[in-house]
Structures are given as C-alpha cells and as structure tokens.
C-alpha cells in the first residue's frame, strides 16, 4: 500500500511537470498544437498503425525534450539568477537539443503528409464541403490564442474581466 502511494504521488509531481510546462512554455504549447492538428487530419492520409505509432514518438520526443529544456532553464536560473555567458551557452545547448527534435519531427510529418494521394483527399474534404472552412478556421484561432497568451493568461484576463462587471 504504500508503494502504492509513493507511485501515485510520483504521478501526481510529474502531472503538475507537466501543467506547469503548460501555463508557463508557449513552445510547449505550439507543440501540442501541432499534435493535436496533426492527429486531427491524420485519419484522411489513411496512415498504417507503424506510421501512427512513428508519429506518437514524434510527439514524445519533441514534447519532452521541452520539458527538459525547461527544466534546465529553470535549474540553471536558480543559481544563476544574472545574465552570465556560461549560463546562456548551457540555455542554448538546451533549446539546441529542442530544435534537432523539432526539425526531424518536421521532416517525418513531410514525409507523412506531403503524399500526393494525402493532400488531394485533403483538399477534397474541403472543396467537397467548404463549410469545414469554419471550423477549421475557429479550431486555428483557438490554437493560437492557447499558443500566445496561454490558457492561465486568458484565465487571469476572463476572471479580471468579470470582476469588472460586478
């Protein structure tokens, strides 16, 4: 039972890793964007399970190794609260090993969804019912105000608002 415990509460650290990432990291927050789109037209390209299960490495690798950087940033930061030379070679080693994922994660969604067969199903949906224009095009705005303010600044912004109004 109380290994059981000790599990849980590990889960628990590791969520709000994960939810701090979420509030305080627009990169993070692009990325998950660029999952959720991708695996919102991924079923139109008829991928095989081995290329969806490709794809959800993508996802891992590029996502934690956001996490990663930013906990590094974060560790670096606490002993060095100034700007130092050798703390900014240990950020951008960081946000290196960020961009390789990013750019090779970008390179296997080229190869996944730039197939002739896959961007003609695309466009078909979209020219056989134009009214998924949107959706699509409210889904992107979403996006990038869940990307740019971030969902705790438009919380903050909602509830100053409505403290407003009373």
Partial sequence: MRRLKKTLRSFRAAGRGIVICLCTEPHFRFHLAATVLVLLIAPLYELQPAEYGVLLLTFAMVMSAEVVNTALERVVDLEE???SQKVAVVKDLAAGAVLVCAVFAAIIGALFFLRPSGLKALFGLFAAAPWLLL?????????????????????????QLLKRKD
């Fill in 81 to 83: 609260p100034c700007y």
């Fill in 135 to 159: 959706p699509a095009g409210l889904l992107a705005v979403v996006l990038l105000l869940f990307i740019s303010p971030g969902p705790l600044a438009i919380y903050r912004k909602l509830k």
